[in-house]
């Protein structure tokens, strides 16, 4: 196994393509003519979330992990623009487009799974399996609240515009870990110091977040429960969903928006799709990708690999 991780590193290399913004970063491993499978990381992380999990992958697959807009080593989107759900979608075009990848898989953690679940409804010819690590894909709110939500996120934004000269805190790499270790506790201190290798900028007198602070705001465009289900059906894609035992469906508080994610969860079980339950929190792919590799690798060789190339 440890060959096979020196293998996959030495075939690293590191992704730049143009947006009308600046550029999406990130970083490819596996050969030129691997089935793609690009991977989109969770808020406030950045594509080294799958450095430990994808050495354990098929080598016969090309892993694209990209910096999503304002994370990691992409560029900031420009003043006074939101960061939802819809505009990362976008992203994914303009990655796919720069790329000429006609078909590929997506592997989504979290919010990557969100983007990857959005992705797939809107261009679903594109997309020929999903794997879905501790997240749900479309993520319902109740119709009773979806107004609520959508103007107080709103008006977090406009405020925030507001203060737009405000500078970002300076630390020492030190305090910086201590920092991301007190926002996610779940993560291993080896993670935190994967995530901060493309998580830090370095400064005059120390280090600061890369990510922008616009982040922070949560995706201003809900769905309804009955949307999120017939949106579903559009999708092609086999699917794989990964849940930790001890991750995002553990903190969800028992509520009526835990009602609405078992019914998403239970319409893909429904409809013949991979639902399992791993131990492990919400990073468990990148605190212990031993657990989460068999599981994706399987599902690639049987789901992804023994499919006919388009033209």
Request: proline share 5%.
């Amino acid at each position: 196994m440890e060959t096979l991780q020196r293998t996959m590193a030495a075939e690293v290399s590191e992704l730049s393509v143009p947006v009308p913004w600046g550029e999406i970063r990130g970083r490819v491993w596996g050969p030129d003519h691997g089935r793609p499978v690009l991977c989109l990381h969770g808020w406030a992380d950045n594509c080294g979330s799958f450095s430990t999990l994808i050495p354990l992958l098929p080598r016969d697959c090309r892993y694209v992990a990209v910096d999503l807009a304002g994370h990691g080593r992409s560029s900031h989107r420009p003043p006074g623009v939101f960061y939802s759900i819809l505009e990362y979608v976008a992203d994914v075009c303009r990655v796919a487009n720069a790329l000429q990848l006609k078909k590929f898989s997506i592997m989504g953690h979290s919010m990557g799974a969100d983007i990857a679940g959005m992705f797939t409804v809107l261009y679903p010819e594109m997309v020929d399996a999903l794997i879905f690590l501790d997240a749900y894909g479309l993520l319902p709110v109740d119709v009773k609240d979806i107004s609520k939500v959508m103007r107080k996120e709103m008006e977090k934004m406009l405020q925030f515009d507001k203060n737009m000269d405000r500078k970002e805190r300076v630390y020492t790499y030190e305090k910086a870990v201590e920092r991301l270790l007190a926002a996610n506790p779940t993560l291993s201190l080896q993670s935190v110091h994967i995530l901060l290798e493309r998580g830090l900028a370095q400064v005059e007198g120390g280090f600061v977040f890369s990510r922008d602070l616009r982040i922070n705001f949560k995706n201003i465009a809900r769905t309804t429960l009955e949307q999120c289900l017939e949106m579903q059906k559009k999708i092609q894609a086999r699917f794989l969903v990964i849940l930790a035992d001890e991750g995002f469906g553990k903190v969800t508080p028992k509520s009526n928006q835990q009602k609405l994610f078992s019914t998403v969860l239970q319409d893909y079980r429904d409809r013949n799709h991979t639902v399992v339950t791993v131990p492990g929190d919400h990073h468990v792919h990148l605190n212990n990708p031993e657990v989460v590799a068999p599981l994706v690798s399987d599902f690639l060789q049987s789901d992804v690999l023994t499919l006919q190339l388009p033209a």
